[in-house]
């Protein structure tokens, strides 16, 4: 099978095929370029996913990522960045080893072929100039047989009339004679240049073109092979990532199998978890008899409004479940005694840790410092030993006052663990009416949810927020008339009532009990005629009087 031999009549139509085949080549490139283009923009699309669901650092959301499910999430993000590293590579490797050298090729391929069909019109033009050439030859030959002819017949009127002189007939016999010799010679010339002509005929179509056909063919079955070799590198290219990609999947199923449902309830235990104990059972207060509640001997001092019933407080009652929301923000006291006991311990115990990371770093400069002094000291000229004092002793001062800040909040941390009931496992278990209806009192009291670490982060929480009206405790304390005293309370820890409708009590401190607690967790106390408000029901061991507990 041969392009020469075969196809030696069809030399236009080898050179339309021949460009037909490397448009296809550039077409290929064309479609594999476009594909780089894909690949690319595929990876940029999944880069910029990625960071667009990162979280942002030191915002609140940059908390949630201590779940196993968000650390899952995270994981997979970060697996979705390798993807499309792999799609990068993919485009990069189809570049250089699919676009580049398959356009160097064409370069190439189109000087080849232009080289090819150059030879074949020359081979073509010589045989259409020997052609002519023999024809001119036989045309010459034809012309010189008529001219004899005509001569011979001309020389033969002239012999055979008697009237014409023996010196016109030699005449006449002389050119016949002429003729015929210029016949023989045309012929000689036409037989001798048809003799070339056909070798170079047979030159032409048996060996020439043969020759140049089959280097034709040659070239265009290597262009073949080239696309089909490149075919097979664009889906080896392929392949090669796909070990990695799968590396990727199976690290996001990894990431997945390791979500623990149980640890994440556990952080949210430790995240909201007050210390608090759950309120007890609410007596029975019968209103169908008048209320007669009188100061025991052991009161402190007289009651006042006997006789009087406890006024009831409606839809207004609410208001004193949610003590801790304030109307202003703003920063709370520097041993975070407006928190919950379990809440306060795990800020303190993160400022510990905070302060204790900043003594270290500290340290670690000043050690830098004195062994730089030293190295002045052997080697004066590389410093002076006394240009480092100053800051040596600033930083000895910085430390000492971080670790007066340490012992002082070591001391607070030891205050409240000393405090704190013992963890059973009851204890962990908080009642679903108290979470109910102190989780936002909770929230308000530290403005905000929990960070990662155990604390509290500044900004406050607006979905859990409860809108009351300034208006609840200022009527509660200003438009009613002051409650009867019902027992006596002690104080069995200090409490800070920094916010509106409670009040700060002392250790050891004794108070009047002038409303008992409702379920919500808060007593309402009086200390004077001028001072009272709601405390923690855990923080006062209350003494009810007899007649108020008949009652």
């Keep these: 099978m041969s392009w020469g031999t075969e196809l030696w009549d069809q030399f236009d139509n080898l050179e339309k095929h021949t460009q037909w085949g490397i448009d296809v080549l550039e077409k290929y490139i064309k479609f594999v370029k476009e594909r780089t283009e894909i690949e690319l923009s595929y990876a940029?699309?999944?880069?910029?996913?990625?960071?667009?669901?990162?979280?942002?650092?030191?915002?609140?959301?940059?908390?949630?990522?201590?779940?196993?499910?968000?650390r899952a999430f995270l994981a997979t993000l970060n697996e979705m960045n390798d993807y499309a590293g792999q799609h990068e590579v993919i485009s990069e490797n189809m570049t250089s080893l699919i676009t580049g050298e398959l356009t160097r090729y064409v370069q190439e391929l189109k000087q080849e072929r232009k080289s090819h069909f150059h030879d074949g019109r020359k081979a073509q033009q010589h045989i259409e100039t020997c052609w002519k050439q023999l024809e001119a030859s036989k045309r010459r030959f034809e012309?010189?047989?008529?001219?004899?002819?005509?001569?011979?017949?001309?020389?033969?009127?002239?012999?055979a009339d008697i009237?014409?002189?023996?010196?016109?007939?030699?005449?006449?016999?002389?050119?016949?004679?002429?003729?015929?010799?210029?016949?023989?010679?045309?012929?000689?010339?036409?037989?001798?240049t048809l003799q070339k002509f056909n070798s170079e005929q047979h030159d032409h179509y048996y060996t020439h073109i043969p020759n140049i056909f089959q280097k034709i063919q040659e070239m265009e079955e290597r262009r073949i092979v080239r696309i089909g070799e490149s075919m097979k590198t664009f889906a080896e290219v392929d392949r090669q990532v796909i070990p990695i990609i799968?590396?990727?999947?199976?690290?996001?199923?990894?990431?997945?199998?390791?979500i623990d449902h149980k640890n994440d309830s556990q952080l949210v235990i430790e995240a909201f978890k007050s210390g608090f104990e759950p309120p007890g059972?609410?007596?029975?207060?019968?209103?169908?008899?008048?209320?007669?509640?009188?100061?025991?001997?052991?009161?402190?001092?007289?009651?006042?409004?006997?006789?009087?019933?406890?006024?009831?407080?409606?839809?207004?009652?609410?208001?004193?479940?949610?003590?801790?929301?304030k109307k202003n923000k703003g920063a709370g006291p520097e041993d975070f005694s407006n928190l919950p006991p379990e809440q306060r311990r795990k800020k303190l115990q993160q400022k510990v840790d905070e302060l204790n990371k900043?003594?270290?770093?500290?340290?670690?400069?000043?050690?830098?410092?004195?062994?730089?002094?030293?190295?002045?000291?052997?080697?004066?000229?590389?410093g002076d030993p006394a240009s480092v004092d100053h800051r040596l002793a600033e930083l000895g001062q910085n430390i000492e006052k971080l670790r007066i800040e340490v012992q002082k909040f070591e001391g607070w941390l030891a205050e409240v663990e000393g405090r704190l009931p013992m963890r059973t496992e009851q204890a962990r278990r908080q009642s679903g009416l108290y979470e109910a209806q102190n989780s936002s009192a909770v929230n308000s009291c530290a403005q905000d949810r929990e960070s990662p670490d155990g604390s509290y982060t500044e900004e406050q929480s607006q979905e859990t927020e409860m809108k009351?009206?300034?208006?609840?405790?200022?009527?509660?304390?200003?438009?009613?008339?002051?409650?009867?005293?019902?027992?006596?309370?002690?104080?069995?820890?200090?409490?800070?009532?920094?916010?509106?409708?409670?009040i700060s009590v002392a250790e050891g401190e004794m108070l009047y009990v002038i409303e008992e607690d409702k379920g919500d967790g808060w007593t309402r106390i009086r200390r004077n005629e001028d001072e009272e408000g709601y405390v923690p029901t855990s923080y006062v061991e209350v003494y009810l009087d007899k007649n108020a507990k008949d009652s």
């Excluded at 650092?57 to 908390?63: C, D, F, P, T, V």
């Excluded at 009206?469 to 200022?474: E, G, H, I, L, V």
């Excluded at 009867?484 to 509106?500: D, M, R, S, V, W």
């Design 44 to 70: 940029k699309q999944l880069r910029n996913l990625s960071k667009k669901y990162q979280p942002k650092k030191n915002s609140k959301e940059e908390e949630e990522y201590r779940y196993t499910s968000t």
């Design 143 to 159: 012309r010189d047989c008529k001219e004899a002819d005509r001569a011979q017949q001309y020389f033969e009127k002239m012999d």
């Design 163 to 192: 009237n014409v002189t023996k010196a016109d007939v030699e005449k006449a016999r002389q050119q016949a004679q002429l003729r015929h010799q210029m016949a023989e010679d045309s012929k000689a010339e036409y037989s001798s």
């Design 246 to 258: 799968g590396k990727c999947l199976d690290e996001i199923t990894k990431a997945a199998e390791s």
């Design 281 to 325: 059972d609410i007596d029975f207060e019968d209103f169908t008899q008048p209320m007669k509640r009188t100061v025991s001997e052991s009161s402190l001092s007289n009651s006042r409004g006997d006789g009087k019933s406890e006024p009831k407080f409606g839809g207004k009652s609410k208001g004193k479940l949610w003590p801790f929301i």
């Design 358 to 382: 900043d003594i270290q770093k500290e340290m670690d400069q000043r050690d830098a410092l004195t062994k730089m002094k030293d190295v002045y000291i052997k080697n004066p000229q590389m």
């Design 468 to 502: 009351v009206p300034a208006t609840d405790f200022d009527d509660e304390f200003d438009d009613e008339e002051p409650l009867p005293t019902i027992g006596t309370c002690k104080a069995l820890y200090t409490f800070e009532g920094q916010n509106e409708g409670t």
